[in-house]
């Protein structure tokens, strides 16, 4: 089992930055890949950015590319995501989530088996 615990989120301004954060617990050796996703009220879940834990490779969405950036601290199982230039379409639930195996479309959150509470992000124009 993972335990997942997001935290950071807000509310800020267009042009703002926020980080969030994502302390894992539990069995984390077993995690193959990380990823960030989000949920604005009635679109489905996307998602946003996802990190190969054990290489460090990562992959954004179009939406985020050269805005956010997303990253680990091995000492402390915490996933991160550093987003700059927030938009007003960024505004939705964040949640992290974690898998244990490398089959499926990465970006699919069925293929994810761990996920967090979610922490709000809003950003006003």
């Known amino acids: 089992q993972v335990q997942l615990v997001e935290s950071g989120g807000g509310s800020v301004q267009a042009g703002g930055s926020l980080r969030l954060s994502c302390a894992a617990s539990?069995?984390?050796?077993?995690?193959?890949?990380m990823a960030w996703f989000r949920q604005a009220p009635g679109k489905e879940r996307e998602g946003v950015a996802r990190?190969?834990?054990?290489?460090?490779?990562?992959y954004y969405a179009d939406s985020v590319n050269g805005r956010f950036t997303i990253s680990q601290d091995d000492a402390k199982n915490t996933l991160y995501l550093q987003m700059n230039s927030l938009k007003p379409e960024d505004t939705a639930m964040y949640y992290c989530?974690?898998?244990?195996?490398?089959?499926?479309?990465?970006?699919?959150?069925?293929?994810?088996?761990?996920w967090g509470q979610g922490t709000q992000v809003t950003v006003s124009s």
């Open positions: 989530a974690a898998r244990i195996d490398f089959v499926g479309n990465p970006f699919a959150p069925r293929t994810y088996r761990y």
């Open positions: 539990g069995y984390t050796s077993s995690i193959t890949l």
């Open positions: 990190i190969y834990p054990r290489h460090r490779i990562t």
